[in-house]
């Protein structure tokens, strides 16, 4: 059974970094695409960065030169650097990645990053 686990939310001030741990368990991790989604209040559930398996990442375009996502395959960790925040970045950020043999969807609890003055 997959689990994600994020860690690193919280209030920040606007131009202010975070950084978003997840700590996966039960999966090859090495094997996985791993992302990063948001949802805002009152907003649909967006997706933020992914990951490959090989390494090469994709962004949403708003967050494009301000965030990082990156693996750590010897630790079952995907980080997410969030830099220059801004109030519209609010969100509660969730871990995900789906089995390319079953097509099973897996995801985290989420962790709230506020970005407020």
């Known amino acids: 059974q997959v689990q994600l686990v994020e860690s690193g939310g919280g209030l920040v001030q606007p131009g202010g970094s975070l950084r978003l741990s997840c700590a996966a368990s039960?999966?090859?991790?090495?094997?996985?695409?791993m992302d990063w989604y948001r949802q805002a209040p009152g907003k649909e559930r967006e997706l933020v960065a992914t990951?490959?398996?090989?390494?090469?990442?994709n962004y949403l375009d708003s967050v494009k030169g301000r965030f990082t996502i990156s693996r750590d395959n010897a630790k079952n960790t995907v980080y997410l650097q969030m830099n220059s925040l801004r109030p519209e970045d609010t969100a509660v950020y969730y871990c995900h990645t789906r089995s390319r043999v079953t097509g099973m969807d897996s995801w985290g609890k989420g962790t709230l990053v506020t970005v407020s003055s």
């Open positions: 990951i490959t398996s090989g390494g090469s990442t």
């Open positions: 039960g999966v090859i991790f090495s094997s996985r695409t």
